[in-house]
């Protein structure tokens, strides 16, 4: 429990030493994130929805019937974004792109029976025109295939010297599957994207993610001792005799220390501190005839001690 306590209190230095770091980053990289949304230009999107049915066999509905629909849905929803669809829609809207600029703008998809053809456009009115002129393309063609086949079972009853009869047409027609638009898209109020709000908040985490690896590889690469507690998890050592505050002392000159107008100075008074505990240390353990005094660098008080 006092491992983790020191462990938090540590951590706790850490924020405190490199907070403007950690606010920096979130701050920095949440205004750019914002900045460039709003530089970016808004795209908007519409949708429509096609009904996809089956041809069904008299009566209510089977299973069957529904999971027919579901497999054309799948379908035809890979023959939407086909050349001659795009072509008759860039007509019919005199679109000023081609085929391969307007197949980027739609995304289709096909959820059960249903397709939803969508269209993005930085115009929301364009963006609806381009979704509900796909889906009646589409349907026109598919109705003008569907008639082709129809003329062709006819004149192939002609070949076999049937008489062309109103009921072999009637269930021809039946079989044939039959699309139709039961949600037509509509310009949008608001912009898909760029979405601000999150781009903003995933800028944030991300620049806070960046500021915490920046200073944890500053702090893994600072060997520096800079307190008692680093002192004594890298000697091992549990007994601390004291620490004296750095002071400056001119040169040619005494340490201020010695002088008697400062004999009660808080360095003073730490030098006599360690001294004190040197005694208790010395304790028991006989007459202390050797200290040895040593530093890192030169100019760190070991002749004033």
Same mark, same amino acid.
């Given at each position: ?22 606010? =920096? ?25 096609? =009904? ?104 192939? =009853? ?72 680093? =002192? ?74």
């Amino acid at each position: 429990m006092e491992e983790r306590g020191l462990d938090l209190r540590a951590y706790g230095g850490i924020l405190f030493k490199w907070w403007w770091v950690f606010v =920096l980053g979130a701050v920095g990289a949440a205004l750019a994130a914002y900045f460039v949304s709003r530089a970016m230009t808004p795209i908007y999107e519409a949708s429509t929805k096609v =009904l996809v049915q089956g041809g069904q066999t008299p009566g209510v509905p089977t299973s069957s019937d529904v999971q027919a629909s579901e497999r054309l849905a799948s379908n035809y929803s890979d023959l939407i974004k086909n050349r001659p669809i795009l072509e008759g829609v860039i007509k019919s809207l005199s679109l000023p792109y081609g085929p391969a600029t307007l197949s980027g703008k739609i995304s289709v998809s096909s959820p059960r029976s249903l397709i939803n053809i969508t269209a993005k456009d930085p115009d929301p009115r364009l963006a609806a025109d381009i979704a509900n002129s796909t889906a009646q393309t589409f349907i026109n063609d598919f109705r003008d295939r569907q008639f082709t086949q129809i003329a062709q079972f006819q004149a192939s =009853l002609g070949q076999y010297g049937i008489a062309e009869d109103p009921s072999l047409i009637s269930a021809q027609a039946a079989t044939m599957g039959t699309l139709s638009i039961v949600e037509g898209a509509i310009p949008a109020s608001a912009p898909s994207s760029p979405r601000t709000g999150l781009n903003v908040l995933m800028a944030l985490l991300l620049g806070l993610m960046v500021a915490g690896l920046a200073v944890f590889v500053v702090e893994y690469m600072d060997d520096s001792i800079k307190s008692a507690e680093d =002192l004594k998890s890298i000697t091992g050592l549990t007994t601390l005799l004291g620490s004296v505050a750095r002071h400056r002392v001119k040169e040619g000159l005494f340490p201020t220390i010695l002088a008697s107008e400062r004999e009660h100075s808080p360095i003073a008074e730490s030098y006599k501190y360690v001294g004190l505990n040197l005694e208790f240390a010395a304790l028991g353990t006989g007459e202390i005839k050797t200290i040895l005094v040593t530093s890192a660098l030169p100019g760190e008080g070991k002749t004033t001690t």
